[in-house]
């Protein structure tokens, strides 16, 4: 695969492993070092242990989270990258920015982000959990 | 200076052209390829020219953005870095990430996000225009 379809094909793996609340695959998808993350509302989160114990509560909560993504946009040079999309979470929209680096051939996710944003009133129906949009 | 300290510099650079309006220095803190922003509440904009074009409507509008920020966390892995922040604008905490890559000795900015959280009440006072906090 080109490093664009393989990047692309690591995010779409993110949002599986969060739509079926698979904490071992979330697990293999975030690198050990330099990772950061920022949920919605929340502080920001530095380090694989803080970030591995947030997914295990939202990934462990009683309801799962209904997630979606689309308008993928892939960002590469050389071994580091950045997706841009747009997340549907429990038929909220959100920006995006999930960052990975290239570890032994593998993409690693070493930041996310999800920023609130507005939608058109036609782009908020809720899809299906875990559809991938587009 | 070392990694750290250059890296801070620049970040500290960036919110000091964001509080002084200073779209000239904004130009030179962005680099020019692989670029990506998610302003509050703004859908995702790639490349170089829609970024500077949205940061001289914010910065050339009738109102200075009063805006600080604080905390200040450095990732440094190689040639690629993440600065962790806490902005407070007009008032309003923001969780920040900005993405820094090297390039010819300097830390220029790759990408920038910013998303609102909650801040306890004794924390929300509103500092003077520019001023570090950390």
Redesign the interface.
Same mark, same amino acid.
């Given at each position: 695969m080109s490093d664009d379809s393989e990047l692309l094909a690591a995010n779409a793996a993110y949002y599986r492993a969060f739509a079926n609340g698979d904490f071992a695959a979330m697990t293999r998808i975030w690198a050990e #070092?330099?990772?950061?993350c920022?949920h919605?509302?929340?502080? %920001?989160l +530095?380090g694989h242990d803080a970030i591995l114990e947030s997914y295990r509560g939202i990934l462990h909560g009683m309801n799962r989270v209904r997630i979606a993504h689309r308008d993928d *946009?892939a960002?590469?040079?050389g071994d #580091?990258a $950045?997706v841009?999309c +747009?997340e549907i979470v429990e038929g909220a929209a959100l %920006?995006a *920015?999930n960052?990975y $680096?290239r570890i032994d051939g593998a993409w690693r996710m +070493?930041?996310h982000? %999800?920023?609130?944003? %507005?939608l058109a009133a036609e782009e908020r129906e809720t899809p299906p959990r875990g559809q991938r949009l587009n």
């Open positions: #070092e330099g990772v950061s920022v919605p509302g929340w502080p %920001a +530095v *946009t960002i590469v040079v #580091e $950045r841009l +747009v %920006a *920015t960052c $680096r +070493v930041h982000q %999800a920023t609130p944003i %507005a």
